[in-house]
């Protein structure tokens, strides 16, 4: 069977509620799309029953395949790049359990919209992007993450922590293959390294609705930040990514 164009990779940390309507979503979307499609959930430590939702869910809808992080091994970097590696995909897209971005943008992110580009990432400030229901506190965390992404690594993203992005297929396995950052930092350590490599890379303006579950604590995500962006740039000055 020759690989699928695209490749959906959900990392799922505790999201048995959301799980469930969430892939709902995609594969009634997908059921519309003209080409094959894979979707991948890695489960990853939750203390909830995610992972048996998601076999629940992947008896279902025959293109959901379910994996899961080791035992001692934790973070959102980590499932994700074990998504990305299991993936056959032609284009890779990371997106968000809570689908806080509609499914139906994806077309977005696909030719002939990305057509020069090897990674599409979702934007929150790029222009054109609309904010639904953000409270202006929630805001203001995100705007000094992006003050000190921009200050501390890369100068050229309005938004690099959106939870949607894609890559096409060779340039996640180049990537992904090198990616150390488990936690908060990957995204930045990605795109830190695909500026280095040459990658093109396009902002995409989107509608993305708050999640009032959402866990982002200002203070501790900054330093925990902070702290990440040191060590990719330590990573880089002693070849680590090459």
């Not at 965390?141 to 938004?159: C, H, N």
Request: aromatic share 10%; hydrophobic share 40%.
């Amino acid at each position: 069977m020759s690989n699928p164009f695209l490749s959906i990779v959900i990392p799922a940390h505790n999201e048995e509620c959301r799980l469930p309507p969430s892939l709902a979503q995609i594969d009634a979307f997908l059921r519309e799309q003209p080409y094959a499609a894979e979707v991948i959930i890695v489960e990853n430590g939750s203390g909830d029953r995610t992972y048996e939702v998601a076999l629940d869910c992947a008896r279902k809808y025959p293109r959901v395949r379910v994996i899961q992080s080791p035992d001692n091994l934790r973070g959102k970097g980590l499932a994700v790049k074990q998504g990305m590696l299991a993936a056959t995909g032609e284009w890779r897209f990371i997106c968000d359990a809570d689908l806080s971005m509609r499914i139906d943008e994806l077309v977005k992110f696909l030719p002939p919209q990305s057509n020069g580009y090897d990674i599409v990432i979702a934007s929150r400030e790029a222009p054109g992007a609309v904010r639904v229901d953000e409270p202006e506190y929630r805001h203001i965390m995100g705007r000094v993450a992006t003050f000190i992404i921009k200050v501390a690594a890369i100068s050229d993203y309005e938004d690099t922590q959106c939870g949607f992005k894609m890559f096409r297929g060779n340039v996640a396995e180049d990537l992904f293959a090198v990616q150390r950052m488990n936690g908060i930092g990957f995204d930045v350590e990605l795109l830190f390294i695909a500026k280095r490599r040459g990658y093109r890379v396009k902002e995409m303006p989107i509608t993305w609705y708050y999640d009032p579950y959402s866990t982002m604590r200002l203070w501790d995500d900054s330093m925990k930040l902070l702290r990440e962006i040191w060590e990719i740039r330590r990573n880089w000055r002693r070849g680590i990514y090459d």
